[in-house]
């Protein structure tokens, strides 16, 4: 049997930073990826999709975006080949086709079994990522069977539907994205809206991620955060990355001519039924977003940055339609599509270590798993706010890694 001192199960970006800090603390590894390096950005994805955070956030240990559009957003062959081009520079020793079939713990660490045999390790790293599965409602299963229905990991272009109406369930980033991209395909459209966070893509002149950013908003650590499980659970905001710097909001999809409508609470005889009440839904995304460009302000104003910004802006509240569906007939023929953009859950199906809690979710403290040597990365608020993205993952893999030579022994070199 092979034995390693660490194994990194996944080859994202959040298992290559992790490589990257084991290699500078010499700590002998293997990365195992079931598919090929950054398989669900090549696999999982629509062919549209852009990155929404801009090209300057793109960052990784020892890696930027130098190209000549630092305010741009990545196509899916651009994040391609930057992850590429980081496995690459930092060595990485990724054995691709790999899949981890299961992980035992043993008294001196932990049994891998993988597609291509066993391996021992006295340390794990959990980097296999946040979104492995589209989350569906179970009333799914009530849906007509003559209405097709999609996830996310199955849509990648609008000639692929059936002609005829969509009903795009979820109005986070890729439920207004996909929205957006359906409509201007010449299809009518029905958004089916629940809690979202609604964000202008810029404000003051600047995109709202650099004030993010600049703001430390996305650097609050996960132990000062009020409520660590919701802000966890919060959902993608609506932003989309395109060439025009857009925003795409409720408003804007609106004026497109999308169809809004509320959650969908059930199925009942071939009927999709909405919760009512959408003015509520939309005064308390409004409100967030007036707090959070708030306290942009504030800290621009205190931080002696308002004159790098441009001069004071405000956003139209979202428009509540006059009238409401609050039912659908799904057998009448309106709708032929149904894409399911309700969320993502991590797969730990291959995890046979009692971490995982009844809801799915893995027990950690700032990545360090409930079992000793057991490490995780990539997870929303993992560290930080900006954990899952990608430049979030530097900091969290040096001091995930950091704990992890603690454990085995290896003083750091970089000390
Ligand atoms: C729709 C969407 C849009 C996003 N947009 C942005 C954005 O604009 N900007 C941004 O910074 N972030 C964005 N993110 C968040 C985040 O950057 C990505 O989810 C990113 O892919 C996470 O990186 P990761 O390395 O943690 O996981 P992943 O990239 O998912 O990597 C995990 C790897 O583990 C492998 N794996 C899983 N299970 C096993 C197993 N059992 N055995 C072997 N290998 C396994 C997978 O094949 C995969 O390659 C987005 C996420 C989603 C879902």
Same mark, same amino acid.
């Given at each position: 049997?092979?034995? %390693?001192?660490?194994?990194?199960?996944?080859?994202?970006?959040?298992?290559?930073?992790?490589?990257? %800090?084991?290699?500078?603390?010499?700590?002998?590894?293997?990365?195992?990826?079931?598919?090929?390096? #950054?398989?669900?950005?090549?696999?999982?994805?629509?062919?549209?999709?852009?990155?929404?955070?801009?090209?300057?956030?793109?960052?990784?240990?020892?890696?930027?975006?130098?190209?000549?559009? &630092?305010?741009?957003?990545?196509?899916?062959?651009?994040?391609?080949?930057?992850?590429?081009?980081?496995?690459?520079?930092?060595?990485?020793?990724?054995?691709?086709?790999?899949?981890?079939?299961?992980?035992?713990?043993?008294?001196?660490?932990?049994?891998?079994?993988?597609?291509?045999?066993?391996?021992?390790?006295?340390?794990?790293?959990?980097?296999?990522?946040?979104?492995?599965? &589209?989350?569906?409602?179970? *009333?799914?299963?009530?849906?007509?069977?003559?209405?097709?229905?999609?996830?996310?990991?199955?849509?990648?272009?609008?000639?692929?539907?059936?002609?005829?109406?969509?009903?795009?369930?979820?109005?986070?980033?890729? $439920?207004?994205?996909? #929205?957006?991209?359906?409509?201007?395909?010449?299809?009518?459209?029905?958004?089916?809206?629940?809690?979202?966070?609604?964000?202008?893509?810029? %404000?003051?002149?600047?995109?709202?991620?650099?004030?993010?950013?600049?703001?430390?908003?996305?650097?609050?650590?996960?132990?000062?955060?009020?409520?660590?499980?919701?802000?966890?659970?919060?959902?993608?905001?609506?932003?989309?990355?395109?060439?025009?710097? #857009?925003?795409?909001?409720?408003?804007?999809?609106?004026?497109?001519?999308?169809?809004?409508?509320?959650?969908?609470?059930?199925?009942?005889?071939?009927?999709?039924?909405?919760? $009512? $009440?959408?003015?509520?839904?939309?005064?308390?995304?409004?409100?967030?977003?007036?707090?959070?460009?708030?306290?942009?302000?504030?800290?621009?104003?205190?931080?002696?940055?308002?004159?790098?910004?441009?001069?004071?802006?405000? *956003?139209?509240?979202?428009?509540?339609?006059?009238?409401?569906?609050?039912?659908?007939?799904?057998?009448?023929?309106?709708?032929?599509?149904?894409?399911?953009?309700?969320?993502?859950?991590?797969?730990?199906?291959?995890?046979?270590?009692?971490?995982?809690?009844?809801?799915?979710?893995?027990?950690?403290?700032?990545?360090?798993?409930?079992?000793?040597?057991?490490? #995780?990365?990539?997870?929303?608020?993992?560290?930080?706010?900006?954990?899952?993205?990608?430049?979030?993952?530097?900091?969290?893999?040096?001091?995930?890694?950091?704990?992890?030579?603690? %454990?085995?022994?290896?003083?750091?070199?970089?000390?």
């Amino acid at each position: 049997m092979e034995r %390693f001192t660490t194994v990194v199960v996944g080859a994202g970006h959040a298992g290559l930073a992790a490589s990257h %800090f084991l290699t500078e603390r010499s700590i002998d590894h293997v990365v195992l990826e079931r598919g090929e390096v #950054a398989n669900s950005w090549r696999r999982e994805r629509w062919d549209s999709f852009r990155l929404l955070t801009p090209n300057w956030q793109s960052r990784l240990p020892g890696l930027r975006y130098e190209g000549p559009d &630092p305010d741009g957003y990545m196509t899916m062959g651009e994040v391609t080949g930057f992850i590429e081009r980081f496995a690459a520079l930092s060595r990485a020793p990724v054995r691709t086709g790999t899949g981890v079939t299961s992980v035992r713990r043993v008294d001196d660490g932990y049994h891998v079994t993988t597609s291509g045999g066993e391996i021992h390790c006295r340390t794990l790293v959990i980097a296999s990522g946040a979104c492995n599965r &589209p989350v569906v409602p179970p *009333f799914h299963e009530a849906v007509p069977s003559s209405v097709e229905q999609l996830t996310p990991f199955d849509y990648r272009e609008p000639g692929q539907l059936a002609d005829g109406g969509v009903l795009v369930v979820g109005a986070s980033a890729t $439920g207004v994205q996909l #929205a957006a991209e359906l409509r201007r395909s010449g299809r009518p459209v029905i958004l089916s809206v629940g809690e979202h966070v609604r964000l202008p893509r810029t %404000f003051r002149g600047r995109d709202v991620l650099w004030w993010m950013d600049a703001s430390g908003v996305w650097d609050q650590r996960y132990d000062e955060v009020d409520d660590l499980q919701r802000a966890r659970r919060l959902p993608s905001p609506q932003l989309v990355g395109t060439p025009e710097r #857009a925003t795409l909001d409720l408003n804007a999809l609106t004026a497109m001519g999308v169809e809004l409508v509320g959650r969908w609470a059930a199925v009942r005889d071939g009927r999709a039924l909405f919760s $009512g $009440g959408l003015r509520n839904v939309f005064s308390l995304a409004d409100l967030k977003m007036e707090r959070l460009l708030g306290t942009f302000e504030e800290w621009a104003r205190e931080a002696g940055r308002d004159g790098e910004v441009g001069p004071p802006e405000s *956003f139209a509240p979202t428009r509540v339609p006059t009238k409401t569906r609050l039912q659908l007939d799904l057998r009448g023929g309106e709708v032929r599509t149904i894409v399911w953009a309700t969320g993502f859950r991590p797969d730990y199906a291959w995890l046979d270590v009692p971490v995982v809690d009844e809801k799915g979710r893995l027990r950690h403290d700032g990545g360090v798993v409930d079992s000793p040597g057991l490490y #995780a990365l990539g997870l929303p608020v993992l560290r930080r706010r900006r954990s899952t993205f990608i430049h979030g993952i530097e900091d969290d893999a040096r001091e995930v890694i950091d704990h992890l030579a603690g %454990f085995v022994g290896v003083r750091s070199n970089i000390e």
